[in-house]
Every structure is written in C-alpha cells, then in structure tokens.
C-alpha cells in the first residue's frame, strides 16, 4: 500500500474517530493502536460537552436553617408621670406583658394602680393616683364599660393631682380599649365631679374630658 493511500485510511478514520469516541469513549484509540502499519494516533481530548456540563454545574442551594419561633408577647400600655430634661412635668408611657388569659384593660388597670416598678422609678416615673385606691370592678355592657374605683382614688393632693391621675387613668384606659365608651364611677356612682374643689368630669372619658 503507498504512502498516499495510507494518509487517505488515516484521515478517514480520524474523522471517523471524533464522531465514535463521543459514543464510546478513549477505548477506539487503543484499538487503532494495534493495527500494524497505522502509527499510533493521538485523539484530542472532547472538552466541549465536558465545560457545557461544568457551566451547568452550580453551587448547591443552601437550605436557610430554620429560625427559631418566638410568640410575641402581648402587652399593655401604662401612664405614669415624669419629669422631662428642664423640670416639666410628662405622662410616661411603659408596657406590661399581659399574662394568658387576663382581660386587656383590667389587668393594665391594676398595674396603674401598683404605680411604677423599681426599674421604671429608677427613669424617674411616679404615680399622682393614692396608693389605698382599689378596682372595684371594670363592667362591659355593649358599647359601655365602667371602672369603679374605691373613693380614696380622689382624695389626697390638691387640683393638679387630681388633674394628673385623672389623666393617668384616661390614657391607660384608652391605650388599652377600641372604640369603647369609658365611664368613670368611684363607689358604684357615676362621677360628675371629683376631689374636694370640685372639678368638673365630663363623660365619657376623653383627653378633653377634664377641659371647662
């Protein structure tokens, strides 16, 4: 066989080659290599499906771990009073978590009746509201709801007190209500007029309700 015809096989077989060896892999190479008079062919290596498959490739997703659940605690909020940095007096607002199962404003009543704890006496609150008062019952009848509190709530102080714990008690008692009607009664009675000057309530109880 000449030189010419030998070329021709081998170009022919090459050409062959790159099409087998992407079905069958580097095994055709050593099989070429031991036909007698064909030298030893060195195929180059098929890199293009390999790098498609590396492009493919992505990092795997990583699973966010699982955060930890917690229950938000329900709270209520309490006015107290304070003095602001140039000696004005203010109404200092604190939060209570509520225990399960206690009624919003009842509960948050009778921490305004406890007067501020040591951590909030420490930020200089304090309560204008006599420490003998006592919650004789809070009473819902539909859109209406009563707080009767003991008659030592009035006593004790001169106006601005009585101006002060009123206060007190209207922005607790509306912080913690929705769209509620809130009366003050002090001994079962409705209260028209409180501490010893007499001052004027109107109600149901409002941020304007002490106004003339």
Known sequence: MSNFSKIVIILLLTLSFFFIKEKWGNNITNLLSSINGI???????????????????????????????????????????????????????????????????????????????????????????PKTTKLLKIKQNGNKIIIDFSSDFQYGGGTDSIYSRMMQLIKTALANTENKNIYLYLDGKQVNFIGGEGIMITQPLNEKSLEV
């Open 39 to 129: 030298p030893k062919i060195e195929l180059p290596s098929i890199q293009k499906e390999d790098k498609k498959k590396e492009e493919i490739v992505k990092k795997p997703t990583e699973v966010p771990t699982k955060k930890e659940v917690t229950n938000d605690k329900e709270t209520v909020s309490i006015y107290f009073l304070a003095l602001d940095s140039n000696d004005n007096g203010i109404y200092k607002k604190v939060q209570r978590e509520i225990p399960i199962g206690q009624n919003r404003l009842e509960y948050a009543i009778n921490e305004l009746l406890k007067g501020p704890n040591i951590v909030e006496k420490s930020t200089g609150a304090y309560s204008e509201i």
